[in-house]
């Protein structure tokens, strides 16, 4: 049983690293890392932070994902000094912004 279960963590373990590579080769491809890091501040707030900041939020996904479309500031103003997060639509399709918003609200889960 216990080798079974290794056995499964082993094989999980890749699958788990690419769709995180993806996620980030997309949030590449999309600009996002020009301002973004996971782990620390860069222009906007780190990604990591913004996950941890909306935990437990069931609306959370939503706004994001309205945020990223559309832009906004005022909400990482002590972080950022008031730099706004600029709008991504149509320039980024809805469904990578979806992709983009579920990856950035996973890290902290
Ligand atoms: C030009 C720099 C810049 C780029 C490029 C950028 N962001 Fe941002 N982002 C920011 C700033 C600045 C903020 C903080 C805005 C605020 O204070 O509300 C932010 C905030 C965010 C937030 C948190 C929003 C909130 O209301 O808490 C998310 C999620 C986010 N960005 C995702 C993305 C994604 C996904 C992309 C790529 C499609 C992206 N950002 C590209 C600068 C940027």
């Known amino acids: ?14 699958f788990v690293a690419t769709t995180a590579q ?6 590449k491809k999309s600009g996002c890392l020009a301002c973004h890091a996971v782990d620390k501040k860069v222009v906007g707030p780190a990604w990591g932070d913004v996950s941890a900041k909306y935990k437990g939020d069931a609306d959370a996904r939503a706004s994001l994902i309205e945020k990223v479309k559309k832009g906004g500031k005022g909400n ?20 990578d912004i979806e992709t983009l918003v579920d990856f950035v609200l996973g890290l902290a889960q």
């Open 1 to 14: 049983m216990k080798k079974f279960a290794l056995t499964l963590a082993i094989a999980a373990l890749p």
């Open 22 to 27: 993806a996620d980030l080769d997309l949030a």
């Open 76 to 95: 990482w103003t002590e972080v950022t000094g008031g730099v706004p997060m600029p709008p991504y639509s149509p320039r980024v399709a809805d469904a």
